[in-house]
C-alpha cells in the first residue's frame, strides 16, 4: 500500500519560513517523480514545485526562489522549503508522487498517481 505522509504545516507570520516534509512509502521511491501542490478553499490545486527522480528541478510561477524542494532517496522523502511567504500562501499543501517513466511534466495534479493528506499551513498578516 502505497503511502504519502505530509508534516511540518502550521502558523506562520507573513515574511516567515516552513519545511514542508512528505514521507513516501510502499513502492521504490527512486522511480517517481515528486511534486507539492496547495489548494486554497474554493480554488483548484495549484503546483508550487516538483523534482524529478534524477533531481530535476521545476518551481511554480509565484515560487520563484523562495520555494526550494528536495528529496533524499535514502530517506524516502521530499521537502519543501519556503521563505518569505505571504498572505497569498494560506492553503492545504499537498505532496504527490508520479510514475517516473510516465511521460508529461509535473504540473499538472491530475496526472499524478498516489497523493498525501495534505498539511495546512495558515500565513497570518
Known amino acids: 500500500q502505497v503511502q504519502l505522509v505530509e508534516s511540518g504545516g502550521g502558523l506562520v507570520e507573513a515574511g516567515g519560513s516552513l519545511t514542508l516534509s512528505c514521507a513516501f512509502s510502499?513502492?521504490?521511491?527512486?522511480?517517481?517523480?515528486m511534486g507539492w501542490f496547495r489548494q486554497a478553499p474554493g480554488l483548484e490545486r495549484e503546483f508550487v514545485a516538483g523534482?524529478?527522480?534524477?533531481?530535476?528541478?521545476y518551481s511554480g510561477n509565484f515560487a520563484n526562489d523562495r520555494f526550494t524542494i528536495d528529496r533524499d532517496n535514502a530517506k524516502n522523502t521530499v521537502t519543501l522549503r519556503m521563505n518569505n511567504l505571504k498572505g497569498g500562501g494560506t492553503a492545504l499543501y499537498y505532496c504527490?508522487?508520479?510514475?517516473?517513466?510516465?511521460?508529461?511534466?509535473?504540473?499538472?495534479?491530475?496526472?499524478?498517481?498516489?497523493w498525501g493528506q495534505g498539511t495546512q499551513v495558515t500565513v497570518s498578516s
Open positions: 504527490g508522487g508520479k510514475e517516473g517513466q510516465r511521460g508529461g511534466g509535473l504540473y499538472t495534479a491530475r496526472e499524478y498517481d498516489y
Open positions: 523534482i524529478q527522480w534524477h533531481s530535476q528541478r
Open positions: 510502499g513502492v521504490d521511491f527512486n522511480n517517481y517523480n
